[in-house]
């Protein structure tokens, strides 16, 4: 594919021409292709199972990042692909959108998502490196906030107040559930190819690889190097195993917390309407979890992140039993729930700077620091594939009851704590940074 470019390179611009813009392209399709696609299909009739099952399939793209990540060095540069991978997905989500009416239009969307993913996970790839490669590492620190910042501004855009205006097409203009996502899945598209075209006159290039023009056999001998490097690291399996665990509960939250809030009362679970769903995980979820990860990021800096890393493991988990709460109590106060969820997404935020910055710190330094940490975050994006495609299963062997599903969750989210107690720290203790506020 060959790259969409200006007739000249672009000048040089200031970081907040182009870094907000990027991360915000970057949140945009994470958040549609594991999220929003999951509410769609439970709109349009599909069970938990199937669901869990099949948009679980969509994390694998981010899996196997470390797998192509080296491939890409040698052709193109690394605005190039950025640029590619916007016009992708754009054109990816619009023909999800014109699916939509067709009769076999199940398997035609998944297959679109899955394009979309894979061009996410490139572009992830390919505008981390821009960010890394032309920001100095002082700059990078002042620009990390606005880049979190912005990644999540795309996923409250999209799981937030996009599912929110599917609920008002759909009850306030009495719209189809097709027509409704017609309109919002091909208004993602719109804004992706916005963003392609004004990266085409910001975005600037990135440091050309070392592999550039050099051809598939360097990149594939390079990438035998990396995969080596990085199996011989110290202790590199139990650090491996606290990575996949550290989330493992957390996992199932994000498949079925939102299938539980949608589910009828009958079926055990709130009856929240699309509108209430999105204000829930757009506004309130969101305004939590990044509360969250300030407070987390603030707290491992002071007490070193080999001290607070258990405390911000028991942080992420414990809460989990927030939705075992709901499940037994079942209110009908939305002011509650909203309470409990902010709750959970504000722990998940605080919690989670501990497993971003033990990837970062523990795992990733060396020659390949950008390729191992590729690799860490595969390994924790296998977390959500798994958890994700067992939690139909888990569901139908607890007779589809929420409460006993939620207490399975729980049960899942001591190891995780443990492990980390025992977790190996074989780089000393570094200053710790405010980790990004992204989850990508």
Same mark, same amino acid.
């Given at each position: ?5 200006? #007739?000249? *390179? ?5 970081? +907040? ?35 869990? +099952? ?35 997905? &754009? ?10 009416? $067709? ?89 992706? &190819? ?5 990266? $085409? ?37 139990? %650090? ?23 589910? #009828?009362?009958? *079926?055990?679970? $709130? ?5 209430? =769903? ?21 707290? &491992? ?14 942080? +992420? ?10 499940? =037994? ?17 504000? @722990? ?21 620091? %950008?390729?191992?940490? @590729? ?6 994006? &296998? ?19 929420? #409460?006993?599903?939620? $207490?399975?969750?729980? =049960? ?29």
């Amino acid at each position: 594919m060959s790259a969409p470019s200006s #007739p000249k *390179a672009p000048r040089k611009r200031h970081p +907040l021409f182009w870094v907000p813009s990027l991360y915000l392209a970057m949140g945009i399709p994470n958040a549609t292709v594991s999220i929003v696609s999951a509410i769609m299909y439970k709109n349009l009739g599909y069970s938990n199972e199937t669901i869990a +099952l099949y948009t679980s399939q969509m994390y694998l793209p981010w899996v196997l990042k470390p797998i192509w990540a080296p491939f890409l060095e040698p052709y193109m540069t690394k605005r190039s692909w950025v640029l590619s991978m916007e016009f992708v997905m &754009a054109a990816a989500l619009g023909l999800v959108a014109f699916s939509l009416p $067709l009769s076999d239009f199940f398997r035609l969307s998944l297959a679109f998502f899955w394009i979309t993913g894979f061009a996410s996970a490139t572009q992830d790839i390919a505008g981390d490196a821009v960010f890394m490669t032309t920001l100095p590492p002082k700059e990078q620190a002042k620009y990390a906030g606005v880049q979190g910042m912005c990644w999540n501004a795309g996923s409250v855009l999209t799981s937030g107040l996009l599912v929110t205006l599917t609920g008002r097409l759909h009850d306030g203009l009495h719209y189809n559930w097709i027509m409704s996502w017609m309109l919002i899945i091909g208004f993602i598209a719109v804004c992706l &190819a916005l963003c392609g075209v004004w990266h $085409l006159r910001v975005l600037p290039p990135g440091e050309p690889s070392h592999l550039h023009g050099r051809g598939f056999k360097t990149a594939f001998l390079s990438l035998e190097e990396t995969w080596v490097s990085f199996f011989r690291k110290e202790k590199i399996w139990m %650090m491996l195993l606290v990575i996949f665990m550290y989330r493992f509960g957390e996992g199932f939250i994000e498949r079925f917390g939102q299938l539980f809030l949608m589910d #009828p009362r009958s *079926a055990g679970g $709130l009856g929240l309407s699309n509108t209430a =769903i999105g204000n829930l995980y757009g506004t309130l979820g969101t305004a939590g979890f990044i509360a969250g990860a300030l407070l987390g990021g603030f707290f &491992a800096a002071r007490m070193t992140l080999r001290r607070a890393f258990f405390w911000l493991a028991i942080g +992420l988990n414990v809460p989990h039993v927030t939705y075992y709460f709901l499940s =037994i109590a079942m209110p009908h106060n939305l002011a509650l729930i909203g309470a409990v969820v902010t709750l959970e997404k504000f @722990a998940f935020g605080f919690g989670s700077v501990g497993h971003m910055l033990y990837m970062m710190q523990q795992v990733a330094p060396g020659d390949f620091k %950008m390729s191992h940490y @590729a690799f860490a975050t595969g390994v924790m994006a &296998a977390t959500k594939w798994g958890t994700g495609s067992i939690s139909g299963f888990v569901y139908d062997a607890v007779s589809k009851s929420y #409460p006993h599903f939620f $207490l399975v969750v729980v =049960i899942a989210s001591i190891p995780p704590i443990i492990l980390a107690r025992f977790a190996p720290f074989p780089q000393p203790d570094a200053a710790s940074e405010p980790a990004p506020v992204g989850g990508h």
